[in-house]
Every structure is written in C-alpha cells, then in structure tokens.
C-alpha cells in the first residue's frame, strides 16, 4: 500500500497488531497450576525390625513422590518387637497421634509384618484416626501358624503342633508373637485365650466391639500385599485374610467367619470398593520393603 508521497505503508492487519500488542504485553503471566501436596506417610515395621530396614522404602517414596514428609517410627525395635501387642499399640498410638493432627488431610500407613496388625489396632482404637490408605505389607492379618526361624530361636523345643500350650497361657500372652498365634486345631482355647487376635477380629465379644468398627471403618482404603514365596507368613493367604480351618484348608477372606459376620467392617468395606489386593510371587518375607518392582505395583499408586 502506497501513501500521497509514494512511501509504502504496512498491511491493515499490521497496523491493527500493533494497537493491540501492548495491552498484551502487559498482561501477567498465568498462575502456574497449584500442585495439591502428598499426605504424609507414616511406616510402622515388624519383629526384630528397625527403621533402618526401611531405608530403600523411604528412598522410593523419595524419588516418585518428592516433598511427601515420611515418617518411620522407631519404636520396639529389635527384642522389644516381643513386648505384647497391646503395649505396642499405646506406644505408636502415642507416636501417630500429632502426625496425624498436623495433617487435616489425612495419613497413609505402611505397616510391615506384625507392624500391621498393630496399626489394624490404632484404626480400631483410634475413633479420630485420618488414615486414607492403610497399606498391609505381608502382615500375618488372620493370626500366623507355621515353624519359620522366629519361632525356632524364640521357643526352641516347640513346634507349632504344641505351641499353643506356651502361647495360649497368660505366659505366653505377653510375647507379641503369641498374641496372634492361631491354632486352627484348638480354636476354642485361641477364642478364650487371645487377649489380642480374637478381639480386634471381633471373635470374642467385648464392650468396646461396636465403637472398635465404626473406628475401623473409618480408613479410605485397605491394601492387602502378599505371596506364596513369603516364607514366613504361615499360611501366606493370612496377608489376605484367608486362614486354615481344622483340616490346614485355605479359607478365603470371603469364606472366613469374621467377613460374613461382618464382625469389624470387612465385608463392608469390600462392598464399597474400598479393599485392594496385590499378591505377587518371587518375594522373600524381609524383601517386601525393598523391592521397587512391587513398590511401584502395589504401594505407589496409593500413596496420594
């Protein structure tokens, strides 16, 4: 386009551009989108254990899921794993309290081994427990009944046959192990026996049943890891609620009593979707906390 004096001007759509380039220029820059933080994990261990075992576990939740805050509690590690159950129970219980105070969007638990039945505990005792995601890793669920190496060195002239003459006295009851010692051929002494098992399964009838469920009932989601190469965890269907009836058959959690009585919540919470179950084979009883393969498989996508 020429003018009068032959000069060549712009395009109108330049010229159009360039009124309204300024404005935009000024315009500020957009919000860069706001990331929601993780909850805070908090990982309980088992017999004999020590934070120290989790050091791999910690480094994965490190690199997949940066800035989340994890917490491994030291507490009753090693010989003092052995303390009874309930004695456990208060001490973490204690221990999670303000982690889970600091974090009005809730907690996941990791819980290994008999770590895991103590936190089923604090979700049973706890009526303002925040747990979204309680993640059971190789946890003997349904009681353990089996000769591994803990017992050996723990009661080294009995088997599991006549175990139950140790564990199901008041004796025994103060060994944590004992606590959840589940003799399928004497199920009647287990019942009247276990000061721990029996009750946070709502086997035995006691007073605080009712409040111990709706407690229970309260976590977001129950994630159930386990194998057939577990090697400890006797039977390895317990990490499952799956357990032995009188004739060492595998019951299944749906065939097992305390799911169709619904006795603490199980049957509900699987009826809401809420149960997730990863079996995975080829894993050793102390691998579990270390392997990424059935980190990432299991644990990953539910730690939010």
Known sequence: MLGPSGQR?????????????PPLLLLPAAPAPHRVPYKPVIVVHGLFDSSYSFRHLLEYINETHPGTVVTVLDL??????????????????EAVAPIMAKAPQGVHLICYSQGGLVCRALLSVMDDHNVDSFISLSSPQMGQYGDTDY?????PTSMRSNLYRICYSPWGQEFSICNYWHDPHHDDLYLNASSFLALINGERDHPNATAWRKNFLRVGRLVLIGGPDDGVITPWQSSFFGFYDANETVLEME??????????????????????????????????????????????????
């Open 9 to 21: 001007f712009p395009p109108a759509w330049v010229l159009l551009l360039l009124l309204f380039l």
């Open 76 to 93: 009753f590690d090693g010989r003092e794993s052995l303390r009874p159950l309930w004695e456990q129970v208060q001490g973490f219980r």
């Open 151 to 155: 017992l050996k060195w723990l009661f």
């Open 255 to 304: 065939e097992q009593l305390v799911y169709l009585r619904d006795s603490f919540g199980l049957k509900t919470l699987l009826a809401r979707g809420a149960i997730v179950r990863c079996p995975m084979a080829g894993i050793y009883h102390t691998a579990w906390h270390s392997n990424r393969t059935l980190y990432e498989t299991c644990i990953e996508p539910w730690l939010s």
